[in-house]
């Protein structure tokens, strides 16, 4: 059914990536497919504004301390590795979750959300975007 599942998480958010990746690992178990982990790093105007303040320490930081996330993340899943990879990307969260779909050739997304609140009413969420722009089936975990 599956092939390879696509996981965006939020490393920094436990219960919403505990959540989505538990669906996830449950689904590759069942259809044998791939998982792969993705955390995308925002870059915001205000953070490339502030180049000059140091930003690219920061950027390395929150990298290193992403990476160490997720490969923590993909080393507890109860799949063979050679299964599961993980990565990082840069930008739009909405825009790097669908361009990674087709980069690992993933055939469904499955993403944590919270319950909507007054914020994602009047600005809306990363999943409700994904879903709107994504071009393969998405799971939203809850």
Known sequence: ??????????????AL??????????LAKMTGAKLHLLHVL??????????ELGYLDLKDKA??????????LADGVDLPKD???YS???????DE??????????????IGSRRPNIK?????????????YATTSVLVVR
């Open 63 to 72: 990298s290193a301390i992403a990476e160490e996330r997720l490969k923590h």
């Open 97 to 110: 979750i669908v361009e990674s779909t087709q980069t690992v050739q993933a055939d469904l997304i499955v």
């Open 88 to 94: 990082l990307a840069f930008g739009s969260t909405r």
């Open 120 to 132: 994602t009413h009047l600005l809306g969420s990363n999943a409700s975007g994904i879903v709107r």
């Open 1 to 14: 059914m599956y092939k390879s599942i696509l996981v965006p998480l939020d490393v920094m958010e436990d």
């Open 83 to 85: 299964r599961v990879s």
């Open 17 to 26: 990536s505990h959540n989505a990746l538990k669906h996830a690992v449950g």
């Open 42 to 51: 925002p870059i915001s105007t205000t953070i490339i504004n502030a180049y």
